[in-house]
């Protein structure tokens, strides 16, 4: 079966997780493991923590913290195992996030060899 990265954010100047979100995302979490499509999951620090990196004409430019255009920001990730993106996206609308941010539902490319 192929795998879907299950992508979701949010934008943190309107909105975001809180404390009464917790039984949610552990009731997602018990429910994919169950029902066998879990493959890796992991939610990230917050966007000051990290660095965005580009690089352009050769030339490195490290900007902390992690920026972005369009006011989202990547919170973390499931990575799913099931029949295809229609399946990927049932599991994606469950993410609690999806109630005030937006899942991206991309298919992971596995290269043999």
């Keep these: 079966m192929p795998k879907f990265a ?6 943190p100047a309107a909105t975001g997780p809180t404390d009464a979100e917790v039984p949610a995302w552990f009731a997602y979490d018990k429910e994919v493991r ?3 499509v879990f493959v890796y999951e992991a939610g990230f620090h917050e966007a000051g923590a990290g660095r965005t990196v ?3 004409d050769d030339a490195t ?3 902390d913290g ?4 369009s006011g989202d920001i990547a919170a ?4 799913v195992d099931v029949a295809d993106i229609n399946a990927a996206t049932s599991w994606a609308e469950k993410i609690p996030t999806a109630r005030y941010g ?5 298919p992971v490319v596995e290269y043999e060899g």
């Design 6 to 11: 299950l992508v979701y954010r949010y934008d």
């Design 54 to 56: 580009s690089v352009r």
């Design 61 to 63: 430019v490290v900007d």
């Design 102 to 106: 937006s899942v991206d539902v991309r």
């Design 76 to 79: 973390g990730l499931y990575v």
């Design 66 to 69: 992690v920026t972005s255009t």
């Design 34 to 36: 169950d029902a066998g």
